[in-house]
């Protein structure tokens, strides 16, 4: 390989691994480069390839520090179990294109790396039914307030059986476990006949009203805003019903049993 030359005009460069850290996705991350450095001047410089390499040193920092399987495991794993990526995808319902991402840099969802622990390490997460969360009748009652007060309306009736407050309390959490690895409630969620509901919903009705929601945790602004986004699409009781029949996900789960948060990544409706 040429020498890279300081276009400072000092001269050759010099090939160095550094050590570096940079904040990704809000998580500040260790990571190691190579990059050419000017001994004069201190510049540093990367070719095309090298920035590349750079990319998935942080993806990977960053699925470390959050526990995620890095693209290294994934791989190391597969090639233990003696699969191809063929074969990985179809166990996990998807394109061989994402494993290919997943083992080359592109960064799983927290669904999906669950997922991927369960077929290559042989483990089942304890957050499949509650979301990784405590369950918490205090924070569902703050999570349906949140929604009346956004929706303006009522969800919490009198004689309500949680038909619609279910759904939008269905989507909060699904979407929440999707997107931030947690979900807001702790609840587990049935597949009934009137789309999905709250597991053992008839025992919880009277304690959801009664619930001190203040008790709760404060909902988390990132929590917030994926609320507001449930309401935002789902400005009626009557489209978010609709929506939720529309899913897969509760339509390909038995009636009857739980719906896990690993198939929070296959929601097609938000």
Same mark, same amino acid.
């Given at each position: 390989?040429?020498?890279k030359k300081? =276009?400072?005009?000092?001269?050759d460069?010099?090939? +160095?691994?550094?050590? *570096?850290?940079t904040?990704f996705?809000?998580?500040?991350?260790l990571?190691?480069s190579? %990059?050419?450095?000017?001994?004069?001047?201190?510049?540093?410089?990367?070719?095309?390839?090298?920035?590349?390499?750079?990319?998935? %040193?942080?993806? #990977?920092?960053?699925?470390?520090?959050? &526990?995620f399987?890095t693209?290294?495991?994934?791989?190391?794993?597969?090639?233990?179990?003696? !699969?191809t990526?063929? %074969?990985? @995808?179809?166990?996990? $319902?998807v394109g061989? %294109?994402?494993?290919?991402? !997943?083992?080359?840099?592109?960064?799983?969802?927290?669904p999906?790396d $669950?997922?991927?622990?369960?077929?290559?390490?042989?483990q089942?997460p304890?957050d499949?039914?509650?979301?990784?969360?405590?369950?918490? /009748?205090?924070?569902?009652?703050? /999570?349906?307030?949140?929604?009346?007060?956004i929706?303006?309306?009522?969800?919490?009736?009198?004689?309500d059986?949680?038909?619609?407050?279910?759904k939008?309390l269905w989507? @909060?959490?699904? /979407? &929440?476990?999707? #997107?931030?690895?947690?979900?807001?409630?702790g609840?587990?969620? @049935?597949?009934l006949?009137?789309?999905?509901?709250? $597991? $053992?919903?008839r025992d919880?009705? #009277?304690?959801i009203?009664? @619930?001190?929601?203040?008790?709760?945790?404060?909902l988390?602004n990132?929590?917030l805003?994926?609320?507001?986004?449930?309401?935002?699409?789902?400005?009626?009781? +009557?489209? /978010?019903?609709?929506?939720?029949?529309?899913?897969?996900? !509760?339509?390909?789960t038995g009636i009857?049993?739980?719906? =896990?948060y690993?198939?929070?990544? *296959?929601?097609t409706?938000?």
């Amino acid at each position: 390989m040429s020498a890279k030359k300081c =276009p400072r005009g000092h001269g050759d460069m010099t090939l +160095r691994k550094l050590d *570096k850290n940079t904040v990704f996705r809000g998580v500040e991350v260790l990571y190691q480069s190579d %990059a050419y450095v000017c001994q004069v001047c201190g510049l540093e410089a990367g070719t095309i390839k090298q920035a590349v390499s750079v990319q998935k %040193a942080i993806a #990977d920092a960053f699925r470390e520090k959050k &526990s995620f399987l890095t693209g290294k495991d994934i791989r190391y794993l597969r090639k233990q179990k003696g !699969w191809t990526q063929k %074969a990985l @995808a179809e166990r996990l $319902n998807v394109g061989i %294109a994402s494993i290919k991402r !997943w083992e080359t840099g592109l960064i799983q969802s927290k669904p999906m790396d $669950n997922a991927l622990r369960m077929h290559l390490q042989g483990q089942t997460p304890i957050d499949t039914y509650t979301g990784d969360r405590e369950f918490s /009748v205090g924070r569902i009652k703050r /999570v349906v307030s949140t929604f009346e007060r956004i929706l303006g309306k009522r969800l919490l009736k009198k004689t309500d059986k949680l038909l619609f407050a279910a759904k939008y309390l269905w989507y @909060a959490d699904m /979407v &929440s476990y999707r #997107d931030l690895g947690k979900s807001m409630t702790g609840a587990t969620y @049935a597949a009934l006949p009137y789309g999905p509901q709250l $597991n $053992n919903y008839r025992d919880l009705i #009277d304690e959801i009203k009664a @619930a001190d929601q203040h008790s709760a945790i404060a909902l988390s602004n990132e929590e917030l805003k994926i609320i507001q986004k449930v309401c935002e699409k789902f400005p009626t009781e +009557r489209t /978010v019903y609709e929506a939720a029949h529309s899913e897969t996900i !509760w339509r390909d789960t038995g009636i009857g049993a739980v719906i =896990p948060y690993t198939l929070s990544g *296959k929601l097609t409706e938000i």
